[in-house]
């Protein structure tokens, strides 16, 4: 299996690149956003308590994204691999992928990081927040926000990550398609 995360910031192409290397190399995406916000489209009791953290760029608790996560692995076993996009977001996140992967024999290939400044991504999430209908892409503080909580609590992942030597720094700034070029060129040296 080729198990992969795609790291970075909020508006650093993760989705976009995501969809990209899943298309390539027929793996499952999983966004742990996506799967949030269906939740809050459904309106279940799960989606009407997590709406209320996004909608101030809050991280939801580790152990909703962990079961969500847990479903999702269940739910394709015969998958090629999965790419997981905005999870892990935190060390135990990650902890518990480690472990959820490991009782199905797998584990994560490589930690691909994209690398966008602060004011790019400020400028790409209110152009996102005009475009799209996403509530946390349209206020410039909840974004400042969001960037916030990724240095504070999600950066970290990369460290635990590039302690077993499994993060891969991208620059993420050029365009959708030299961005790819550059995943592409490291995930095949993982295959
Ligand atoms: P995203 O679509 O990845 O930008 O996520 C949108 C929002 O969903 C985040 O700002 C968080 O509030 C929440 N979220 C998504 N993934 C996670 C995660 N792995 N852990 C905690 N919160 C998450």
Redesign the pocket.
Known sequence: MLNLVLFGP?GSG??TQADNLKAKYNLVHI????L??QEIKDQTALGLE?KK??DQ????P?AV?IGMISSKLDANKNAAGFIF??????VA?AEALDALLTEKGTAIAQCLFLHVGEEALVKRLLHRGATSSRA?DRDESIIRN?VK?YREQTLPVADYYAAENKSTDIPGEGTIEETFELLVAQVEKLK
């Open positions: 909020p993760k989705g966004s742990t956003g996506d949030l916000r997590a953290l996004m760029g809050l991280l939801v580790d994204v996009d905005g999870f892990p977001r935190t996140q946390d969001r909580v």
